[in-house]
């Protein structure tokens, strides 16, 4: 196996471990805690978020990366597995916005940086990676809780992992262009 299919499944098992990951998260790693709501971190200046955003703003960027190495079709059924799984672990009363909120912020993830990708690998994760993390959190809050008063933590806590992947993005795209590593 070459070793950027062998790169496309490791990115792929990080992103399918990000959502048992970022469930586990939101009860239990946190600096305020309790036992009827998430566990909450800091992601601002008088912002607090769920401590799991900042496991599904890495998914993003995983998910991006899945595509480059492993193509359209993996990436596709990474998208529906990861759906399904996210509602499996979902409590019961979040089945419904957990996985439509999953799926739906994953293909605009998708439909972004499809045709951006050829263009710069920088541009395509940080403007698909912004797009699904708003639609994400936009959507798992209106459905989960018919509002939108957590937006500004949600958004916040996301985009920053997203942030601090990009100069780890940024040596992938120079390193593929050395080692002459061509798109799925």
Same mark, same amino acid.
């Given at each position: 196996?070459?070793s950027r299919?062998t790169?496309?499944?490791? +990115?792929?098992?990080?992103?399918?471990?990000?959502?048992p990951? !970022?469930n586990w998260?939101l009860?239990?790693v946190?600096?305020a805690?309790s036992?009827? *709501?998430?566990? $909450?971190l800091?992601?601002g200046?008088? $912002?607090m978020?769920? !401590?799991g %955003?900042?496991?599904? #703003?890495?998914?993003?960027v995983?998910?991006?990366l %899945?595509?480059r190495?492993?193509?359209k079709g &993996?990436t596709?059924?990474?998208?529906?597995?990861?759906?399904l799984l996210s509602? @499996?672990l979902?409590p019961?009363? @979040?089945?419904?916005?957990?996985?439509? =909120?999953?799926?739906v912020?994953e293909l605009a993830?998708f439909?972004? +940086?499809?045709p951006?990708q050829?263009? *710069?690998l920088v541009? =395509?994760? $940080? =403007? !698909?990676s912004?797009?699904?993390?708003v639609?994400?959190?936009v959507?798992?809050?209106?459905?989960?809780?018919g #509002?939108?008063?957590f937006?500004? *933590?949600q958004?916040v806590?996301?985009? &920053?992992? %997203?942030?601090?992947s990009?100069p780890f993005?940024? &040596?992938l795209?120079r390193?593929?262009?050395r080692?002459?590593?061509?798109?799925?």
């Open positions: 196996m070459d299919r790169e496309g499944f490791v +990115y792929l098992a990080g992103f399918g471990a990000s959502i990951l !970022s998260m009860g239990h946190g600096l805690c036992d009827m *709501g998430p566990c $909450l800091p992601v200046p008088g $912002l978020a769920p !401590s %955003v900042l496991i599904v #703003g890495l998914a993003f995983l998910r991006d %899945v595509q190495r492993l193509g &993996w596709l059924l990474a998208i529906l597995a990861g759906a509602a @499996l979902a019961p009363a @979040l089945v419904l916005a957990s996985g439509g =909120a999953f799926a912020s993830d439909a972004v +940086y499809t951006l050829k263009r *710069g541009l =395509a994760v $940080l =403007a !698909s912004l797009v699904g993390l639609v994400d959190s959507l798992f809050l209106q459905l989960a809780f #509002g939108l008063d937006l500004a *933590g958004v806590g996301k985009a &920053w992992m %997203v942030g601090l990009l993005i940024a &040596w795209r390193r593929d262009e080692l002459g590593i061509q798109l799925a």
